[in-house]
């Protein structure tokens, strides 16, 4: 019996600890290789970040992603997830007043897009609305002496439709905008 349990328990360790893992990485990397391999953006040969995990830009010369919460300091792939804060929380109460408060300062008239400050579930879309990046172009256009139009016409061309046409809102990637705006702008 003991030799039976052993014998079970090594072949479901070698089917489902190697066989399936490796079988699923072979068709991933078949099918799809580059987001098998973590969709890296690379410039000059090096990767800059991936067109599926949000990273930090502060200066007002790029567009900023959502707020994260993955990790101690946000933007943290090995800690994605949300926080734990609920609507009776002051420390999240606290934190949404101070960020729309900074937002509000530049364009005080202007409503704010709410995925400006607040997090999404995996704390790392790299995606944020385009109603978010409108509200960011003057701030982008005047940190770089360009035209606001000039900006809106580049958030216009790297807009990404809807998920096969139905799924989701048009948005816009947040890297591939600052990274366009490095390259003409």
């Known amino acids: 019996m003991l030799r039976q349990a052993f014998a079970s328990t090594l072949m479901l360790v070698l089917l489902l600890g190697v066989a399936y893992p490796a079988v699923v990485t072979m068709v991933g990397q078949s099918l799809y290789p580059v987001q098998a391999n973590g969709s890296l953006v690379l410039r000059d040969g090096r990767a800059v970040g991936s ?3 949000a990273q930090r830009f502060d200066s007002d010369r790029y567009f900023h992603p959502r707020p994260s919460a ?5 933007y943290d792939g090995r800690a994605s997830g949300g926080f734990n804060q609920g609507p009776t929380s002051r420390a999240l109460s606290d934190r949404l007043h101070e960020t729309a408060t ?3 300062a530049g364009q005080p008239s202007t409503a704010l897009p709410v995925d400006l400050f607040t997090a999404s579930a995996s704390g790392l879309d790299p995606h944020i609305t385009v109603e ?3 509200f960011q172009a003057r701030r982008v256009a005047q940190a770089r002496d360009v035209s606001t139009v000039r900006v809106n016409a580049l958030i ?3 807009t990404e439709g809807r998920e096969m046409g139905i799924l989701g809102q048009p948005r816009v990637n947040v890297l591939m905008l600052n990274l366009a705006l490095d390259d003409g702008v």
Do not use: C, K, P, Q
Request: positive net charge; without cysteine; proline residues 0%.
């Open 70 to 74: 993955a990790g101690e300091h946000g």
């Open 156 to 158: 216009d061309a790297m």
């Open 51 to 53: 067109r599926l995990v």
């Open 102 to 104: 900074r937002l509000r």
């Open 132 to 134: 978010a990046a409108r």
